[in-house]
């Protein structure tokens, strides 16, 4: 950092585990992912190509080096990894995959049905070559999912091999673990950290607000994805309480008092 200030929490150093942040490229151009990297590669761990883009955006193979080059992870959307296996292409997803030059992958069944079994059997054999992130929620608005089933699905994901498991909340941040206000469901929320590990989650939060709830419950190291690439900076000070709205996170009690009372 540039300089030097007391009471910030500690963040690991990239490659980290926990407190991982994953930005949506939705067809950034060859000179936005170079001022990207520029000013915020260092506290990006993954880009993941949106939905689809990765299909009509230009340069992909050289996006995809620079990303690279500055020891970013990128891995396309779950919605194209569907539209793969819809069309029975999950060989030709694999030689894409490889063909690009990529290590990391998204299993998700987000706007389709795959049984369990076979989603968990899918990322098995992935995992065998690949890192792996699975999702979990529908991207339909009005389906509800009961927080046992969420808790059963992500414990099969990440024993079946994912690195990750991805809680649905969409670019919107309006389905999923939240509700169509985008405000978070709480009670799934506190069911599934009580029964799945935090650092094994990352959490779709794509609006402040949502990034704000999930730093003030898990704390600055939670896993949030789905971040745009002009919220990575606001982002990193939300985690560190460099920003209003977690100011006063991290600060000793008598710092708090006294701030208040003048």
């Not at 792996?132 to 024993?159: F, R, Y």
């Not at 909340?169 to 169509?180: D, K, L, M, T, W």
């Amino acid at each position: 950092m540039n300089f030097k200030l007391t009471h910030i929490p500690k963040r690991d150093e990239k490659p980290r585990k926990q407190g991982v942040t994953m930005m949506m490229d939705k067809g950034l151009s060859i000179r936005e992912v170079e001022d990207f990297i520029e000013t915020s590669g260092h506290l990006t761990d993954l880009v993941k190509f949106g939905f689809g883009t990765s299909y009509v955006t230009t340069k992909l193979k050289e996006k995809i080096k620079l990303y690279q080059d500055a020891g970013i992870k990128t891995y396309f959307g779950g919605t194209l990894f569907e539209a793969f296996y819809v069309r029975k292409k999950m060989s030709d997803f694999r030689k894409l995959v490889d063909e690009v030059g990529m290590d990391t992958l998204e299993v998700s069944d987000g706007s389709i049905i795959i049984p369990h079994d076979e989603k968990c059997e899918l990322i098995h054999k992935f995992s065998k070559d690949y890192t792996v992130l699975s999702e979990v929620g529908s991207k339909e608005a009005g389906i509800i999912i009961s927080p046992a089933k969420w808790v059963k699905m992500m414990t099969n994901e990440l024993e079946a091999g994912s690195w990750k498991v991805i809680a649905e909340g969409r670019e919107s941040g309006s389905v999923g673990i939240f509700r169509p206000n985008g405000k978070p469901h709480t009670m799934l929320v506190n069911k599934i950290k009580a029964k799945v590990k935090p650092e094994n989650i990352l959490w779709e939060a794509p609006v402040k607000n949502q990034q704000v709830w999930f730093i003030n419950l898990f704390g600055p190291n939670v896993n949030l994805g789905n971040i745009a690439h002009n919220d990575m900076i606001p982002l990193e000070c939300l985690r560190i309480g460099l920003r209003g709205d977690t100011f006063f996170n991290y600060l000793p009690e008598n710092i708090v008092e006294a701030a208040k009372q003048q």
